[in-house]
């Protein structure tokens, strides 16, 4: 089995920044991607920041030039600093990973979500 573990998340005023991270442990092979999206009241959970094992990157339009996903392959872990936070940022953030358990079994996997809260 396979865990997400996040952190970070918070209250902070417009403007302000917070980091996020996501810890993946258990029965892990391979890590194909990792990344994170978000859910605020009424809507449909959306795509945030994803990043591939070879690297490449995925970001919302909506938080280009202001988040930024990092991942430390060595850890497992991925990491999203959100700077320039806006009230609409508000949401639950989820870390969600593309995982091997083993050289032909892979799942998908998420977090238990951690609360952003940006206030005007």
């Known amino acids: 089995q396979v865990q997400l573990v996040e952190s970070g998340g918070g209250l902070v005023q417009a403007g302000g920044s917070l980091s996020l991270s996501c810890a993946a442990s258990g029965s892990i092979f391979r890590i194909v991607a990792m990344g994170w999206y978000r859910q605020a009241p009424g809507t449909d959970r959306e795509l945030v920041a994803t990043v591939n094992a070879g690297g490449g990157i995925n970001y919302a339009d909506s938080v280009k030039g202001r988040f930024t996903i990092s991942r430390d392959n060595a850890l497992n872990t991925v990491y999203l600093q959100m700077n320039s936070l806006k009230p609409e940022d508000t949401a639950v953030y989820y870390c969600?990973?593309?995982?091997?358990?083993?050289?032909?079994?892979?799942?998908?996997?998420w977090g238990q979500g951690t609360q952003v809260s940006v206030s005007s």
């Open positions: 969600n990973a593309y995982i091997y358990s083993d050289p032909r079994s892979w799942s998908d996997y």
